[in-house]
């Protein structure tokens, strides 16, 4: 527990030395598993397996044998959001990696005139490598950013650990996401959305869980409040089903930064899992994410 409070206190040290300024490459901070999702994004603690690699790369070290994810999701604006991911144990440690990108549909140019110039393409994507090992994890991404055919890139570190109590079901977990050096366009460079993260899980009974995270925005300036709960039971032949809620809060009043109610259920069936949730985006709407995973 020492060893978890002493890597909290320095990301806190590492955010209260970056300067306030405008982010770029926001689609790093959409969920990427409709499981968690359906909790309202609460994973710094309850995120496991290959799906912890966008959340808490500490969770990681769950992975006991080869297993991989898919999600996907209609996002804003006729675009689409996806994650693939595949994670295997090796020796001591548990690694990762994964694919996330949001891509547009075609956007019609106009001329000055208002005529028509074409149409051009537009997305972004992080290719994220990570590893588990015991309470701590780690993972570096390139990001890619391109609008009609100019290119941005950058490099970010996620850091995480994770530490069950010894004699309660509480577990806690911290974290900072999205530490580099920003993202440049042209001659503008704008910060990555750097976060530092803190949450807990509390099993209140056997398969049903409490979770509550909380995240800084740095650059942003905002804090980020999420909490949802999970409630999972196996009914034997390794069949289950799980139905879950959440609620995500920007700041201490409700504002357009993806605030209110999210729900989600899953099924469990022969090694996979198939996890459905809608949460509201951006004030424009609910998101509906489905993901599937599966252990080998």
């Not at 999972?232 to 609620?247: D, E, H, I, P, S």
Request: glycine share 14%; hydrophobic share 40%; proline share 2%.
């Amino acid at each position: 527990m020492k060893k978890t409070i002493l890597i909290f206190s320095w990301l806190l040290l590492v955010s209260a030395a970056a300067k306030a300024a405008g982010t770029g490459a926001q689609f790093l901070r959409i969920d990427t598993d409709a499981r968690l999702s359906g909790m309202g994004s609460a994973g710094i603690a309850s995120a496991l397996g290959i799906n912890a690699l966008n959340y808490n790369p500490a969770g990681l070290s769950a992975i006991t044998g080869p297993e991989i994810a898919f999600s996907h999701s209609k996002w804003l604006m006729d675009s689409n959001h996806d994650f693939i991911g595949f994670g295997l144990p090796v020796k001591n440690m548990a690694l990762g990696i994964g694919i996330t990108r949001l891509s547009n549909s075609s956007i019609d140019g106009r001329g000055e005139d208002r005529s028509s110039s074409g149409g051009y393409s537009a997305y972004d994507q992080a290719v994220s490598l990570g590893f588990g090992f015991k309470n701590v994890g780690g993972a570096v991404k390139y990001i890619q950013s391109s609008i009609a055919g100019v290119r941005a890139e950058a490099f970010a570190v996620d850091l995480g650990a994770k530490q069950k109590l010894n004699r309660l079901p509480v577990t806690f977990g911290v974290g900072v996401q999205n530490l580099g050096t920003g993202i440049k366009y042209l001659s503008q460079r704008d910060n990555l959305p750097l976060s530092v993260n803190t949450g807990f899980t509390f099993m209140v009974l056997p398969g049903m869980g409490l979770s509550f995270d909380m995240k800084r925005l740095v650059y942003d300036k905002q804090t980020v409040f999420s909490a949802g709960t999970e409630y999972a039971m196996l009914t034997g032949n390794n069949l289950g089903f799980a139905l879950r809620g959440g609620y995500g809060l920007t700041g201490l009043t409700q504002s357009n930064e993806k605030s209110g109610l999210c729900v989600g259920a899953g099924v469990m069936a022969l090694g996979a899992q198939l996890d459905y949730a809608v949460s509201p985006e951006t004030g424009l709407g609910g998101v509906q994410r489905i993901t599937l995973k599966k252990k080998f």
